[in-house]
């Protein structure tokens, strides 16, 4: 007796069963036209009057269906005798079932690979492949059917007490604006015109999570691994970027090393060509470095998000660049979610907002849908005047932490030599308040952890 007869026997005549496991199961499962005719028959049934087929009306749905010819009905009605009723263990029949399903989708995925590989899938590529196996390979059942407001009240409690895990920045402001640092499982966004300071804040961010401990990963698409890195090596050694190539290989040595005694963290820094990876690549890579370096990150920045790749969509006159970003921006914070990590990225200015000393979240360039998926956007913004104090302005725009009208805009200290930010005096938060309303730069509702940061630059004073 096959799993399929004795699936199809039950899915008509085990009630508890049957409301278990038709959620789950598949028409593509089933290899034989016999066996998903009975299946797509059975669930429309059950969709339609909320209630098991007997055989007999299994079989007159068959007969009235006008598209199914006499030879095909005598096959059916054949199959049909011989399917498996017989009651049997549930938990038995749940798992032989969830077993069966997790098998076929395996099989149909590695078939829908080698159709893509040879070139007979015109709608995908051989990016899609890695998505393919690994939902595949996701395949199980899911008993949970949702939250039960007023049964799971004691549950939603205890959520509501217990400490978020975040990557604490050491900017005091942007602990204060994501009440106290980036989540897991987020999409943070950097938005801001070329030359402004994406790559310098992202850089200062991934070294400052260096020297918290932290394991982070750099993927770079605009920038060469050496020149990312060489802008960590400026923040990290107090050394202005220019005077890298100054030190002796003795001076360089002994700098890196006393990086490596204050901290137990891993920095790996890859680098890619332009606009031609996307979020498959990027969970080979997870994948590839936790196999190879037992290197799993607590941080991930992607340098940045619109000159990725799409893993589903190809780029041409049928796909806008709305569609196109929104698919890249969707595809990387599912990545976010999978790998349990913030994810942080920087997208440019639309033309608009070239010319805009004040830019809004329709600044964002090429597609609205980025920010619809972001869960923080920040614009950074700078001019001539903040230049000459060494100051850049944050201004949120998007905020899934916290109140976004809170503290909507606040200075940070910026030392481009050195490829770095730093607190400001309190004073220059007031003037920015006092000229603008809305910002508030208290900074009270955010308690700064009890060990304090560590002053990473003052190393090598």
């Not at 598949?26 to 087929?53: A, D, G, M």
């Not at 709608?123 to 199980?140: Q, W």
């Not at 990963?217 to 400026?234: G, N, P, V």
């Not at 992607?302 to 709305?322: F, P």
Request: hydrophobic share 35%; aromatic share 10%; proline share 3%.
């Amino acid at each position: 007796m096959r799993v399929e007869q004795t699936i199809i026997g039950n899915l008509i005549s085990n009630e508890e069963y049957t409301r278990r496991v038709l959620p789950f199961i598949e028409l593509e499962y089933f290899q034989s036209n016999i066996e998903k005719t009975l299946f797509s028959k059975i669930k429309h049934f059950v969709e339609k009057y909320n209630s098991l087929p007997t055989h007999k009306t299994l079989l007159l749905e068959i007969e009235s269906d006008t598209t199914i010819t006499e030879g095909e009905y005598s096959e059916v009605q054949k199959y049909s005798f011989d399917l498996d009723e017989e009651k049997k263990d549930l938990g038995w029949l749940v798992d032989q079932t969830e077993k069966f399903c997790q098998e076929r989708s395996v099989f149909n995925a590695i078939m829908d690979s080698i159709g893509i590989i040879e070139g007979r899938d015109k709608f995908r590529d051989k990016g899609a492949i890695p998505e393919l196996l690994s939902k595949a390979l996701s395949v199980s059942f899911d008993s949970t059917v949702g939250h039960d407001f007023l049964s799971d009240w004691e549950n939603r409690y205890d959520l509501y007490h217990v400490k978020e895990d975040r990557i604490p920045f050491d900017i005091d402001m942007l602990n204060v604006v994501t009440n106290g640092g980036l989540v897991r499982k987020t999409l943070n966004v950097f938005l801001a015109g070329t030359g402004v300071g994406k790559t310098l804040t992202m850089s200062h961010m991934a070294a400052a999570n260096l020297m918290d401990g932290k394991n982070v990963l750099y993927i770079t698409m605009e920038m060469s691994e050496t020149k990312i890195a060489e802008r960590i090596d400026a923040n990290l050694m107090n050394v202005p970027i220019q005077e890298l190539q100054d030190l002796t290989r003795d001076q360089y040595e002994e700098k890196i090393a006393k990086v490596k005694s204050k901290t137990m963290g891993r920095l790996v820094v890859k680098e890619y060509p332009t606009a031609s990876v996307g979020a498959n690549h990027f969970r080979f890579l997870l994948n590839e470095l936790k196999l190879k370096k037992n290197f799993v990150p607590d941080v991930l920045y992607i340098d940045y998000l619109n000159i990725c790749a799409s893993s589903r969509l190809k780029m041409n006159a049928s796909v806008g660049s709305y569609t196109y970003v929104k698919a890249i921006a969707e595809e990387i914070r599912g990545l976010a979610v999978q790998f349990n990590v913030p994810i942080v990225t920087a997208t440019q200015v639309n033309r608009s907002g070239y010319q805009n000393s004040d830019p809004e979240i329709t600044d964002t360039s090429e597609s609205w849908g980025l920010p619809a998926t972001a869960d923080l956007m920040l614009a950074i913004i700078a001019n001539e005047s903040l230049e000459a104090l060494q100051q850049i302005i944050f201004k949120q725009l998007k905020n899934r932490y916290n109140d976004v009208f809170k503290h909507k805009t606040f200075v940070v200290g910026i030392d481009r030599p050195k490829m770095r930010l730093y607190n400001v005096e309190q004073s220059a938060q007031n003037k920015l308040t006092n000229s603008d309303p809305s910002a508030n730069s208290s900074g009270a509702d955010w308690q700064k952890p009890k060990s304090e940061k560590r002053d990473f630059g003052s190393l090598f004073s």
